[in-house]
C-alpha cells in the first residue's frame, strides 16, 4: 500500500508502523488468536511493516495452502478492527525501539543524520520518539487505514508455484468487498535547500 512515514504528521510518527503491527491482532471475523493460529496451522507466515514510502502485507504458505493466504490476507488488509487491548503490546514494541536506539550508536546515529540532513520540517528529518508514539490514538489507527489502504492506492504480487489461470478469478473472490476511494493529494517531499 502506498502509504507510510510520509503520510505521517509531525506529531504522529510511528503511525504507519502502528497501523501495520495491528493489521494481524484482529478483524471482523477473527481475532489474534485465531489470525496466528490458522497461518500457523498451515506452517507459512503472515507479516506486516511499513517504511518511509509504503506499507507491506505479506503471506507465505506452500502453494497447497494457498487458501490460507487468499483467506488471511484479505481479511487483515480490508477488515481490521484495531482492537484497543492489543494497543498496548504494539506501543510497547515501538517504545523498545525508540529505547534500544540509544543503546546503538548506528542507529542513533542514522536517526540523527536524517534529521540534520532533512531538518525538522521534513518528513524524512523526522525521528521516532516517546512523545510521537505515546501520542497515536485508536482513532488514528482508523483514519490511516480509512484514508490509505484501497485497492487503487495497492500493488498486489504473487510468486511462486500457482495456476495462472485460476489465480485472477481467485483474487477477485478474496479481495470483492475491497473498494476503491478517493484518495488524498500526493504528498511531496522536496529536499531542503543546501547551505553553501
Not at 497447497?64 to 514494541?93: Q, W
Request: glycine content about 8%.
Amino acid at each position: 500500500v502506498k502509504a507510510g512515514r510520509m503520510h505521517e504528521s509531525k506529531d504522529k510518527v510511528g503511525l504507519a508502523s502502528f497501523v501495520t503491527g495491528m493489521l494481524d491482532k484482529g478483524t471482523r471475523s477473527r481475532n489474534a488468536s485465531k489470525i496466528a493460529e490458522a497461518i500457523d496451522f498451515v506452517g507459512g507466515s503472515l507479516r506486516a511493516s511499513s517504511d518511509f514510502d509504503g506499507s507491506y502485507v505479506s503471506c507465505q504458505a506452500r502453494s497447497e495452502n494457498i487458501g490460507t493466504c487468499l483467506s488471511l490476507l484479505p481479511d487483515v488488509v480490508v477488515n481490521p478492527t484495531f482492537p484497543k487491548a492489543e494497543m498496548k503490546t504494539v506501543r510497547e514494541n515501538l517504545m523498545a525501539e525508540v529505547r534500544g536506539r540509544r543503546d546503538n550508536a548506528g542507529q542513533l546515529a542514522t536517526a540523527n543524520f536524517a534529521n540534520e540532513l532533512w531538518g525538522d520540517d521534513n518528513a524524512r528529518g523526522w525521528v521516532l520518539s516517546a512523545k510521537t508514539v505515546n501520542g497515536i490514538e485508536h482513532k488514528d489507527l482508523v483514519q490511516f487505514h480509512r484514508t490509505w489502504f484501497k485497492p487503487n492506492n495497492a500493488v498486489l504480487v504473487v510468486a511462486g508455484d500457482v495456476n495462472s489461470k485460476t489465480l485472477p478469478a481467485r483474487l477477485r473472490t478474496a479481495f470483492r468487498t475491497w473498494r476503491k476511494g478517493k484518495l488524498p493529494e500526493p504528498k511531496s517531499v522536496e529536499p531542503p535547500a543546501l547551505n553553501r
